[in-house]
């Protein structure tokens, strides 16, 4: 229960932090953002004194409110909700704009990342178990898949799957000539799947090599306990020593960074989402940024930290139970 | 049994990893000295690579031979920069809070745990993006300051194992300053760990330098592989086929980073020597396992192993 208690009191803390940075970095950074934006707001439509008041909250500007009251006002927008107003979109308030984006990456950055450590995995134990073997000349290349930068990955996905030899759409979530917008049908499935064939993959070549490495380390380790030597003296077949024995322990630590793989979900690929224009939070962040939407970016990194950290939390909670030792330790 | 055990043993990956790092350093240093002018557009546009401009040339008429070999000078510079800062940072907050212990380790451990949950990404986005003119060191400084966190979670494990050890408490006994016990009887233990998680964090700054970059948030008025990208990516490279703009500085980033890695694997099986015992190990049981029928089972791979272990 402690550690529980534990786990809560920091994340409560977390929170609090990334919140209050989300209020003190545009009030650090030189220039005035809020009157940027608001200058920008006046030109495409009517800016309300509601909207004004909103845009200085989140931004910072000389008011005649003291830092401590800002910081209250501001509390107070965000419980009810209110992250403010977009430029780029105006007038679509900020959480419309989230809401919209969110299931796009979680969908496809949760089934890339499922993919990727299924394979990862499943290839680290192998080549940990043949160590010693000609497999082992396969570490260094796995190395360079490590360190591939993924936007690049998917440029040359993009070269060579779409312009080279055009079988999979170029940009998009869907296609947009025949639907207005995402609907439930089959069809739009099948669309959907269909252009997220190369932004997974992109993901998946370029998270699966971390996975393998770490897998097969943890092999490597795990094989050299007494209990494995213990499990061969006893005669055990090859195959329980390798499930029950060996990958059993030895994928702990990656479920542990599964699961913080997956809590990260929500942050997009963002670069990956910019090559093919995906629709998802990291293409809007983008947006936000390229439009000087501090509004837009600022709400952005809010939910991003927020449902990040709520996922950890989850996570801290269910590998409590796996590995009963980190709610000692812990 | 008399190895060093500080210094990495000479193996085909060291020296695998140590030709790429070095060239690349070298191919950084040396070559914008030999190459023209990265932003002379006088050539014509969009030339596939031939003996005049070995990489072709880019949609403006710029040599990507010239701007690859610039563009490496400030990739490195940031990685280096940035590697430095998140170092010096990640040895405060690891170290430092490791040895500490109490109270002092609980706010800075805090801190560190925060500052890893917060995704960084978007972090260094929020942060650059106010930012109207960003140099090189500037970006190197943003990518420093918010990469140091995993880093000092892993300094932080090693210095509190570290910190009960007898040797330590030994010269805590003889009255050392708690700067010298940091300095002169830990550190030194910690340095194969340290130089790993440095280049580490190279790469990570040089891909996070790129990153930036291809959204718009890069070093303005530099070249980096990361801008070259980006500049390919927003010139149509793609449509165009010029693959020979796009293809090699995304290339070397990822070779730089596969060399570096090639060397960390070397150092890790230093500080973590089950991973090179075992390989040992392992030659050892199949070398019995295929001397078994032979009737003499253990001894004769026995000696062998004796030597090298």
Redesign the interface.
């Known amino acids: 229960m402690r550690y529980y208690l534990r786990r809560a009191a920091?994340y409560a803390?977390?929170v609090w932090?990334?919140i209050s940075?989300?209020f003190l970095?545009?009030r650090l950074?030189?220039?005035d953002?809020a009157d940027i934006m608001l200058a920008k707001m006046a030109r495409s439509g009517e800016v309300t004194p509601g909207v004004e008041r909103t845009i200085r909250l989140l931004l910072g500007s000389d008011t005649d409110q003291t830092m401590w009251e800002q910081y209250v006002a501001y509390w107070g927008n965000l419980l009810r909700g209110d992250l403010g107003v977009s430029v780029t979109k105006f007038p679509t308030p900020v959480v419309e704009l989230i809401s919209a984006a969110l299931p796009w990456s979680i969908g496809l950055l949760g089934l890339a990342t499922i993919i990727s450590f299924v394979l990862g995995i499943a290839a680290g134990a192998w080549i940990g178990w043949k160590?010693?073997?000609w497999v082992?000349h396969i570490?260094?290349g796995s190395?360079?898949l490590?360190?591939?930068?993924y936007?690049?990955?998917a440029?040359?996905l993009?070269?060579g799957f779409a312009?080279?030899n055009p079988w999979f759409p170029r940009i998009g979530g869907y296609d947009v000539f025949t639907f207005d917008g995402p609907q439930a049908s089959w069809v739009f499935a099948g669309s959907v799947a269909y252009h997220g064939v190369l932004p997974a993959l992109t993901v998946v070549l370029s998270s699966f090599g971390g996975w393998l490495l770490g897998m097969r380390?943890m092999m490597?380790?795990t094989?050299?306990e007494d209990y494995i030597t213990t499990a061969e003296a006893k005669g055990l077949r090859r195959s329980r020593i390798l499930l029950g024995y060996a990958v059993r322990n030895a994928a702990l630590p990656s479920i542990a960074g599964f699961g913080i793989s997956l809590a990260?979900v929500v942050?997009g690929a963002?670069?990956m989402e910019?090559?093919f224009t995906y629709p998802g939070l990291g293409k809007l962040?983008?947006t936000a940024?390229?439009g000087?939407d501090?509004a837009l970016?600022?709400g952005?990194?809010l939910v991003?930290?927020l449902t990040?950290?709520a996922a950890?939390f989850l996570m801290d909670i269910v590998y409590g139970f796996v590995d009963p030792r980190t709610r000692h330790n812990g | 049994m008399a190895e060093n055990r500080i210094l990495p043993r000479r193996s085909a990956?060291l020296v695998?990893g140590l030709v790429i790092t070095l060239g690349i350093v070298v191919f950084a240093v040396v070559a914008p000295f030999l190459v023209q002018d990265p932003r002379f557009s006088g050539n014509d546009a969009l030339l596939p690579p031939s003996a005049d401009h070995l990489l072709g040339t880019t949609k403006l008429g710029y040599d990507v031979l010239a701007q690859l070999a610039h563009g490496a000078r400030g990739s490195l510079v940031v990685g280096l920069a940035a590697a430095a800062i998140a170092i010096v940072l990640s040895l405060i907050f690891g170290i430092f809070a490791g040895y500490a212990g109490g109270w002092t380790d609980e706010i800075l451990t805090?801190v560190t745990?925060?500052m890893l949950?917060?995704?960084g990404?978007?972090?260094v986005?929020?942060?650059a993006?106010?930012?109207?003119s960003r140099s090189l060191w500037l970006v190197a400084f943003i990518l420093g300051i918010t990469g140091w966190a995993g880093s000092a979670v892993v300094l932080r494990s090693q210095a509190r194992s570290l910190r009960s050890r007898d040797y330590v408490e030994a010269s805590q006994v003889a009255g050392e300053r708690t700067v010298r016990i940091l300095l002169v009887e830990i550190l030194p233990n910690l340095l194969p760990l340290l130089a790993a998680q440095f280049l580490f964090a190279v790469?990570f700054a040089i891909?996070g330098e790129?990153?930036l970059s291809?959204?718009?948030?890069g070093p303005n008025g530099s070249i980096t592989w990361?801008t070259m990208?980006t500049d390919?990516?927003g010139g149509n490279a793609?449509?165009a086929?010029a693959?020979w703009w796009?293809?090699p500085?995304?290339l070397l980033?990822?070779?730089?980073?596969?060399g570096?890695?090639?060397v960390n694997?070397s150092i890790?099986e230093v500080v973590?020597p089950?991973?090179r015992?075992?390989?040992?190990?392992?030659?050892r049981r199949?070398a019995t396992e295929a001397s078994a029928p032979a009737a003499v089972p253990a001894s004769p791979a026995e000696p062998k192993t004796e030597v090298t272990v």
């Open positions: 920091f803390i977390t932090a990334a940075l989300n970095i545009p950074m030189p220039g953002p160590r010693g073997t082992d570490i260094p190395t360079l490590q360190s591939l930068p936007f690049w990955v440029l040359l993009v070269y312009v080279v380390n490597v380790s094989l050299s990260f942050t963002i670069v910019q090559v962040m983008i940024v390229q000087n501090f970016m600022q952005l990194f991003i930290t990040v950290l950890t | 990956k695998a805090m745990n925060i949950v917060i995704p990404l978007p972090l986005m929020v942060i993006v106010y930012m109207q790469v891909l790129a990153g291809f959204i718009g948030l990361g990208i390919a990516y793609m449509s086929g693959w796009f293809v500085p995304g980033i990822a070779v730089f980073g596969a570096l890695s090639l694997f890790d973590n089950k991973l015992v075992v390989a040992e190990a392992t030659g199949r």
